[in-house]
């Protein structure tokens, strides 16, 4: 099993910028791809960034493309969201993945999720 525990997340102002962190423990051998989904209320869960912490490679999602920096962090296992100009639009609760499928951009890509953190942006 893999545990995910994410990190930032609350009240941001709309302009502003958003950073999360996302460290994983356990059996990490397979959880070398790591990213953020999304659920804004009323809506179905979303890719938002992904990274292949091997290669190195990454995926932003259209609607942040521009505004989104996903990267490896400090711990060999942790990775940071930042998502910048940030609108009424990104208020969701935010989820780190892991998973080895791949870096895709569906829900089945990903076997182990996080608890979520909530990100509210306000005017």
């Known amino acids: 099993q893999v545990q995910l525990v994410e990190s930032g997340g609350g009240l941001v102002q709309a302009g502003g910028s958003l950073r999360l962190s996302c460290e994983a423990s356990?059996?990490?051998?397979?959880?070398?791809?790591m990213g953020w989904f999304r659920q804004a209320p009323g809506k179905e869960r979303e890719f938002v960034a992904g990274?292949?912490?091997?290669?190195?490679?990454?995926y932003c999602a259209d609607f942040v493309k521009g505004r989104c920096t996903i990267s490896r962090g400090n711990g060999k296992m942790t990775i940071n969201l930042e998502i910048s100009s940030l609108h009424s639009g990104d208020t969701a609760v935010y989820y780190c993945?892991?998973?080895?499928?791949?870096?895709?951009?569906?829900?089945?890509?990903?076997?182990?999720w996080g608890q979520g953190t909530h990100v509210t942006v306000s005017s």
């Open positions: 990274i292949n912490l091997n290669s190195r490679n990454t």
């Open positions: 356990g059996h990490t051998l397979s959880a070398y791809v």
């Open positions: 993945v892991a998973g080895s499928a791949g870096l895709g951009d569906q829900t089945w890509h990903y076997p182990y």
